[in-house]
């Protein structure tokens, strides 16, 4: 990993930096797949499975004998840990749930808000070398409890042309009611303008290649409404000089391990805790399976030396990290200077980790800096919000000279002759 120094206020933007993807033909590529299965439907996109799935299907929809037999393919003890998690996110976003909002602006004018649930949404669930049944239970379970009437998922099926029994036993749990063998951005065309088979959506959310990054930022232009912009993954870790380096380590190789283009960043005031947590990763690393994953998404990763926690956390918050850990003796006071984060895991003991999988939140965050202006999925993400007013005579007499006089500034004499007929009449 790379070692940065007290480095000048100068380099704090170069170090914010994420991982440069190169897009040349990427969004001629994906536009090229949604045309066609814009057009073509069901038979493109048995065609596009074949091509980049490798799997010739006869129908794209998940057969019940497959969904009744994905909970026997899954162990007892994974069964448990999914039920128990889905247990946590469902409790903690059932809380969010928003409340009817009643005020009476002026005597005689009430307003009102209330939340209705989007009905029909899409999910799109990664397969490939890390299948994220996780992410079934971040998404459905908010869906379900916000009220979605239609909850479609997408997944791209195995080289045998089945889905990964434990994606399928998540969603049974979470509350998913239609699924389909579909990956890449053909998936995301399928739920976004809709074929013979796969239902077209009103928003899709959930992680993806590039491909399919691209492909939900082209749908969201006119088609269809998406969570949220995505890119790789990302942690920042600040700790103290009394932080637990092996847990240092552990936290930064957890996020490596994601991706190559993905990235890890330490924030510290302590040299001695940058030389300890460079020995451990490199320790920890030759134990992983998914090693040279790990070991490039470190080459995009730095280890920084600072004066103090007013750069430390000035920094945090320029780089609006997906993930914020601080590990620290005073974590809770350094939380409440947290302007720009996904989510932030505080303390020793919580790992980034908790967060992914089983603690409630939710694991489906902004990256890229993005946090700076979007929110993690949550309840509200699955909802949109209705607002009502109804003014009475005496109402309308009080506020229709205020709302002529402002149409009237506008030059917009209509709008004032809607109020004049009215008063009028009274």
């Known amino acids: 990993m790379n070692i940065v120094r007290y480095p000048e206020r100068s380099q704090w933007p170069?170090?914010?930096?994420?991982?440069?993807?190169?897009?040349?033909?990427?969004?001629?590529r994906v536009q090229a797949v949604l045309d066609k299965v814009r057009?073509?439907?069901?038979?493109?996109?048995?065609?596009?499975?074949?091509?980049?799935?490798?799997?010739?299907?006869?129908?794209?929809?998940?057969?019940?004998?497959?969904?009744?037999d994905a909970a026997a393919k899954v162990p007892e003890d994974l069964k448990q840990a999914i039920r128990r998690a889905a247990d946590n996110i469902a409790a903690f976003h059932k809380a969010q749930l928003p409340k009817p909002v009643q005020v009476e602006t002026s005597p005689g004018v009430v307003c009102s808000q209330k939340a209705v649930p989007i009905s029909k949404v899409?999910?799109?669930?990664?397969?490939?070398?890390?299948?994220l049944f996780s992410t079934v239970l971040m998404l459905a379970i908010p869906a379900r409890?916000?009220?979605?009437?239609?909850?479609?998922?997408?997944?791209?099926?195995?080289?045998d042309g089945h889905v990964n029994?434990?994606?399928?036993?998540?969603?049974?749990?979470?509350?998913?009611?239609?699924?389909?063998?579909?990956?890449?951005?053909?998936?995301?065309?399928?739920?976004?303008?809709?074929?013979?088979?796969?239902?077209?959506?009103?928003?899709?959310?959930?992680?993806?290649?590039?491909?399919?990054?691209?492909?939900?930022?082209?749908?969201?232009?006119?088609?269809?409404?998406?969570?949220?912009?995505?890119?790789?993954?990302?942690v920042l870790v600040i700790a103290d000089a009394n932080a637990n380096p092996a847990f240092v380590?552990?936290?930064?190789?957890?996020?490596?391990?994601?991706?190559?283009?993905?990235?890890?960043?330490?924030?510290?005031?302590?040299?001695?805790?940058?030389?300890?947590?460079q020995k451990e990763v490199e320790r920890q690393l030759a134990l992983l399976p998914r090693c040279d994953i790990a070991s490039s998404a470190l080459e995009n990763s730095r280890l920084i030396l600072l004066d103090g926690e007013d750069?430390?956390?000035?920094?945090?918050?320029?780089?609006?990290?997906?993930?914020?850990?601080?590990?620290?003796?005073?974590?809770?006071?350094?939380?409440?200077?947290?302007?720009?984060?996904?989510?932030?895991?505080?303390?020793?003991?919580?790992?980034?980790?908790?967060?992914?999988?089983?603690?409630?939140?939710?694991h489906t965050l902004p990256t890229s800096g993005y946090a700076t202006a979007y929110s993690g999925v949550n309840i509200d993400s699955f909802m949109r919000k209705i607002t009502f007013?109804?003014?009475?005579?005496?109402?309308?007499?009080?506020?229709?000279?205020?709302?002529?006089?402002?149409?009237?500034?506008e030059s917009l004499d209509a709008h004032k002759n809607a109020v004049t007929v009215r008063l009028s009449s009274l």
Do not use: W
């Open 145 to 159: 409890t916000a009220g979605c009437s239609d909850i479609v998922l997408c997944t791209p099926p195995g080289p």
């Open 389 to 409: 007013q109804k003014l009475s005579g005496s109402g309308l007499k009080d506020l229709g000279p205020i709302i002529e006089t402002m149409a009237a500034g």
């Open 311 to 362: 750069s430390i956390m000035e920094l945090s918050n320029m780089y609006a990290p997906e993930h914020l850990i601080i590990q620290t003796d005073n974590c809770d006071e350094l939380a409440a200077r947290v302007v720009n984060a996904g989510s932030v895991f505080l303390g020793p003991y919580s790992p980034e980790s908790a967060g992914d999988y089983a603690s409630g939140t939710n």
């Open 249 to 277: 380590a552990a936290d930064l190789l957890s996020q490596a391990e994601h991706g190559r283009d993905s990235q890890v960043i330490l924030l510290t005031t302590s040299e001695s805790l940058i030389e300890n947590v």
């Open 39 to 68: 057009t073509g439907g069901d038979a493109a996109l048995l065609d596009f499975e074949e091509q980049f799935d490798h799997v010739r299907l006869s129908s794209l929809a998940v057969e019940d004998k497959e969904l009744a």
């Open 165 to 234: 029994p434990a994606i399928l036993f998540a969603a049974q749990v979470a509350g998913v009611n239609r699924f389909f063998k579909l990956g890449g951005s053909q998936a995301i065309a399928a739920m976004a303008y809709g074929t013979e088979s796969v239902p077209k959506v009103s928003k899709i959310f959930g992680p993806g290649n590039p491909y399919v990054t691209a492909a939900k930022q082209i749908v969201s232009l006119k088609d269809v409404a998406i969570d949220m912009p995505a890119g790789p993954s990302e």
């Open 14 to 28: 170069d170090l914010v930096k994420r991982p440069a993807l190169s897009v040349s033909g990427l969004y001629e």
């Open 122 to 131: 899409g999910l799109y669930i990664p397969g490939g070398t890390a299948p």
